[in-house]
């Protein structure tokens, strides 16, 4: 239980640490271009302590969910060399790029680490070469589902399946009636049986697990090649989340639903999730960081106000009008769309992240 919380702090720790790196992002391109930056906070206010150096306050504050740098001219309407709104466009543009791209070079550093250490990683079902002992295991089990119900756990091997795939046609070709699964959990094998459901709820599946096909690398790669390894990745793992993320668009827009599998989740879900990534060891923690950072990365460019990509928005029509949206329109726009999100959050929290978070905590003990 205490090795658990522990694993939890650490992932949450592991979070905050890269709403620092984006923040920090937009703080050295600002010092870069002399733009006077007030103050770079980790957490958000009430102000806990902080330490002004130079013409800068370094702060931590009371609320632990992220961080945040006050840009001197950021909210427009003041005239000064030094301001944010003094700069050209394009000077504008690499400062609010700059946050995301630290998350994508942070991906990079990740993936180079994981690569380098030759640990496992998730592959797909038709993925035979360079591997070694690959696995299915669970990584997610939904409330009052079959799964539940046996007893299975997230960290747990599904042995004699080798794909996914298989898995899927296993269960879904005998819904309504009993099966038996032999699984592999701290070194030791045992059945259980379960009847996948006929009609489950939308995004769960007949058995109500999330399953992930791990594999180890054969070979560790090189110092000089898991860089390049972790370049590649990286682009790899980003075009295929925007793949994904046309097809959940694409299938939303056309009435079918999200993706089965699909799930909400706020700060405190993708915390559980890192923590159960801890269960398949560092590789697979770091792993999971570095995929959070692409798609963090990615969400920050939507062309939503309180967003680096709404703020890109308003900079774009700035250069199509040829002066700047009005102060008091772009904060309004900006301040509702931050309230709207504020509200989602809260409903994903209590909806699907705070049953997780217990999910977690009882298969703890």
Known sequence: MIF?????????LSLIALMVIHEFGHF?????????????????????????????IYSVNW??????????????????IRSFANLKIWKRVLIIIGGVVAFWITAIVIFSIVFAMGAQ?????????GLANPQIKVITVSQNSPASTA???????????????????????????EITLTIERNGKTFDVNLTPRVNPPSGEGAVGVGLERMATLVEKSSWYMAPIHGVTYTWQTTVNALKGLYVVFAN??????????????????????????????VGFFLYFIGMISVFIAIFNLFPIPALDGGKLVFLLIEKIKGRPVSVKVEQSITLV?????????LFITVKFDIPRFWDFLKASF
């Open 63 to 80: 609320l632990p969910l992220g961080a945040f740098v006050r840009i001197y001219g950021e909210e427009g309407g003041i005239d000064d």
């Open 337 to 345: 769309c931050f309230v709207i999100l504020i509200a989602l959050s």
């Open 121 to 129: 990683l998730p592959v797909g079902d038709s993925d035979v070469q």
């Open 252 to 281: 939303l827009f056309t009435g079918k639903g999200a993706p089965e599998g699909a799930s909400f989740a706020g700060p405190l879900g993708i915390t559980v999730f890192m923590a159960n990534a801890a269960s398949y060891g």
């Open 4 to 12: 658990s919380i522990f694993i939890l702090v650490v992932a949450f």
């Open 151 to 177: 007893g299975l756990k997230v960290g747990d091997t599904i042995t004699k399946i080798n794909k996914i795939a298989d898995f899927q046609k296993f269960t879904g070709d005998n819904k309504g009636k």
């Open 28 to 56: 050295i391109i600002a010092k870069k271009f002399g733009i006077r930056v007030d103050e770079f906070g980790i957490g958000y206010p009430p102000r806990m302590f902080g330490k002004k150096i130079g013409e800068t």
